[in-house]
């Protein structure tokens, strides 16, 4: 097939049929990691950038860049083509224009596919970061592990409320709790992702003090009916509590539909990494989903002692 005539755009507006189309691609590459709320919400943030490839003839979508800036960051997020026009020299010019655009003291960063790697590392991002490594259970087999570990009576000390339920004090304190652990505003991001429709999204609260104890999510990857949830975040202060999250998260999903798949991908240097990997390496196998490259030394501000899952998507950096 050769090129099609094709124009490039930029920062196309919100409601552009485009989005729908990479929705739609980026959920049949099967990127898990990048979940409906990503693909939902990235195109109404104040904070992400684009390029577009379009075809001349139909405004169809060929491929694009899409990043997000804040905080002296470029996230790059996705850089897709359709697969019919891969190979043509296209993404090349669309790479060309988004490192253009992004101001020049940004530290950029992205989270690599392993086949990238060699590439990306020998252009615009030769530092490395941290990798992902990722594994997927049913919610039955996540329950009765965290059963093994846990005393009956944890969940005596604690209280649980949806994300959506709190009242507008523990909201501002929800916040807090956030930006202690990831080190960044993430306003923007959590108040989208508070009314989007498929996730879970819990805070538990310390009945001795009411004060937060942990964070934790999950939503929706991929095609709905494919049934995959990703684990995303889960911030707790404690090992006990990262666990208890999980099963809460695990006993959620299993309740929507017990066939359901848990993506939980798990970050290097992080707490989740240290405990819970070895736990859940005893009923699944991890492979590798990507790595973080930078084009400079980042230092994360990211309390990692206090990440059990990273939120890992774009938009709302934390890794
Ligand atoms: C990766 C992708 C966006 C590149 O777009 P493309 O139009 O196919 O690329 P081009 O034809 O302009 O690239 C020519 C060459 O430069 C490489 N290249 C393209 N963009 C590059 C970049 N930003 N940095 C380094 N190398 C790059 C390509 O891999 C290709 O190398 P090869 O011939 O050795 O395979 C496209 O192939 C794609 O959508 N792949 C599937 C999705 C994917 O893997 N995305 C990256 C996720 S991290």
């Not at 729908?20 to 990048?34: F, G, M, P, Y």
């Not at 850089?79 to 950029?108: F, H």
Request: proline share 5%; charged share 20%; with cysteine.
């Amino acid at each position: 097939m050769s090129a099609p005539e094709w124009e490039m755009l930029d920062d196309i507006p919100s409601n552009s049929p485009i989005w729908k189309q990479w929705q739609k691609l980026v959920n049949d590459e099967n990127w898990t990691s990048d979940c409906s709320a990503t693909t939902g919400l990235t195109p109404t943030l104040s904070t992400t950038r684009s390029v577009w490839a379009v075809d001349k003839k139909d405004s169809s979508y060929i491929g694009c860049v899409v990043w997000n800036e804040y905080d002296s960051i470029a996230l790059i997020g996705f850089y897709l083509l359709a697969p019919a026009y891969r190979k043509m020299g296209i993404g090349s010019k669309l790479w060309k224009r988004a490192i253009e655009r992004i101001p020049k003291d940004y530290t950029i960063a992205l989270r690599s596919v392993p086949a990238m790697i060699p590439r990306y590392s020998s252009q615009t991002t030769p530092v490395k970061g941290p990798t992902l490594h990722y594994c997927t259970v049913k919610a039955s087999e996540a329950v009765e592990l965290c059963n093994k570990f846990l005393p009956a009576d944890f969940e005596s000390g604690y209280s649980t409320t949806k994300l959506e339920d709190l009242s507008h004090e523990e909201w501002e304190e929800f916040l807090k709790f956030d930006r202690k652990i990831t080190g960044k505003d993430r306003r923007e991001w959590l108040a989208a992702y508070r009314s989007h429709e498929h996730k879970f999204a819990i805070v538990v609260f310390s009945k001795n003090d009411h004060s937060i104890v942990c964070y934790a999510s999950t939503v929706m990857t991929s095609h709905l009916h494919q049934h995959r949830y990703k684990i995303a975040p889960i911030y707790a202060i404690d090992d006990s509590l990262g666990l208890c999250s999980l099963r809460t998260l695990a006993n959620w999903i299993g309740s929507q539909y017990s066939g359901a798949t848990i993506y939980c991908h798990l970050m290097e240097g992080t707490r989740g990494f240290e405990f819970l990997k070895p736990k859940l390496e005893q009923i699944a196998n991890f492979t590798i989903s990507g790595t973080t490259l930078f084009s400079k030394p980042y230092n994360n501000p990211l309390d990692l002692s206090k990440v059990y899952l990273p939120n890992n998507s774009s938009g709302h950096y934390d890794i």
